[in-house]
């Protein structure tokens, strides 16, 4: 199982990053796919949800109305679409995959900074 994720980097505030969790090695689309990330002395957090064909989402209360989740099971692949990005969205951003209660799968993370 592999759940590799791509697309942090340095961004300034107000600015936009799409993040991109690319998975193998399972059956993807029935799957949960999350992302959560932790901020440095933080605990990890839920950051956004969705269900394995797409058609529900959920979101923390710190970033609704500016962060999407999306998946697409024919690629594999789940994203994240960040907008009007804060300071305190810095952190490191996991790919979780989740299917009942002990297929529980991370990816290794990928470090999103937000500072002008």
């Known amino acids: 199982v592999q759940l590799v994720e791509s697309g942090g980097g340095l961004v300034q505030p107000g600015g936009s990053l799409r993040l991109s969790c690319a998975a193998s090695?399972?059956?993807?689309?029935?799957?949960?796919m999350s992302w959560y990330r932790q901020a440095p002395g933080k605990e990890r957090e839920l950051v956004a949800a969705i269900s394995n064909v797409g058609g529900s989402t959920e979101y923390a209360d710190s970033v609704k109305g500016r962060i999407i989740i999306s998946r697409d099971n024919a690629k594999n692949t789940v994203y994240l679409q960040m907008n009007s990005l804060k300071p305190d969205d810095t952190a490191v951003y996991y790919c979780?995959?989740?299917?009942?209660?002990?297929?529980?799968?991370w990816g290794k993370g990928t470090l999103v900074t937000v500072s002008s």
């Open positions: 090695g399972f059956t993807f689309s029935s799957y949960v």
């Open positions: 979780n995959a989740r299917w009942g209660v002990n297929q529980n799968y």
